[in-house]
């Protein structure tokens, strides 16, 4: 049973930098093919891909805010981390992180989502 | 960066009724197209993968067609749990991934 659950701090302050921790079961980052991403999606409005890492340490990142981002793993934890730098108010936003395999279209399974709330 | 426009931005339909969603893509992507459902709440559910195929689990009333830049969700009679948005997404120049803007089907 696959299974993410994302973590971090609820509230953070405008410049801040923001740590959010996926947590995984069910499957291995280690195993060929596998990928984990992070998406974001402020209240109200659409989804959008952040970064992904996948079985081989590649790291790949959106282009709008890739001077923001930092993806990482920690394969004995089953863990994927994500930070962004430089925090702002329009960053508020439900982040999820979700598997997709590297030999398919779609992301299978997905966390439950944490609300980051950017605010002075 | 491939853009996808979904249309319309909201449709609204009464159950029992054929639900048509559509997502159009700048360029090509071949069949890399997937489409997920979202409820209020909640994170979004895949429905479709590589165009055509549904996921696991999901009814047989959801059906996805299409390829290169145009595609199709069908939903031949709708139930009342099918009130949601509904996104499609691209993985063709991987792994610049992304979404479009949603469709919000609304019970009339």
């Known amino acids: 049973q696959v299974t993410l659950r994302e973590s971090g701090p609820a509230l953070v302050k405008p410049t801040q930098t923001l740590t959010l921790t996926c947590t995984f079961s069910?499957?291995?980052?280690?195993?060929?093919?596998?990928?984990v991403s992070w998406i974001r999606q402020p209240p109200g409005k659409a989804l959008e891909w952040l970064a992904l890492?996948?079985?081989?340490?590649?790291?790949y990142y959106s282009t709008s805010l890739k001077t923001r981002l930092t993806i990482s793993k920690d394969t004995s934890k089953n863990q994927v981390v994500l930070t962004m730098t430089n925090m702002d108010p329009v960053d508020t936003a439900t982040y999820y992180c979700a598997r997709i395999l590297d030999s398919s279209s779609a992301f299978d399974y997905w966390g439950q989502g944490t609300l980051v709330t950017v605010s002075s | 960066e491939i853009v996808l426009t979904q249309s319309p931005a909201t449709l609204s339909l009464s159950p029992g009724e054929r639900a048509t969603l559509s997502c159009r893509a700048s360029?090509?992507?071949?069949?890399?197209l997937a489409w997920y459902q979202q409820k209020p709440g909640q994170a979004p559910r895949l429905l479709i993968y590589?165009?055509?195929n549904r996921a696991t689990g999901i009814p047989a009333r959801f059906s996805g067609s299409g390829s290169g830049t145009d595609f199709t969700l069908t939903i031949s009679s709708l139930e009342p749990e099918d009130f949601a948005v509904y996104y499609c997404?691209?993985?063709?120049?991987?792994?610049?991934?992304?979404f479009g803007q949603g469709t919000r089907l609304e019970i009339k």
């Open positions: 590589d165009a055509s």
């Open positions: 360029q090509s992507v071949s069949s890399y």
């Open positions: 997404q691209q993985r063709s120049n991987w792994p610049q991934i992304t």
């Open positions: 890492i996948d079985w081989d340490d590649d790291k």
């Open positions: 069910g499957f291995s980052l280690s195993t060929s093919g596998m990928c």
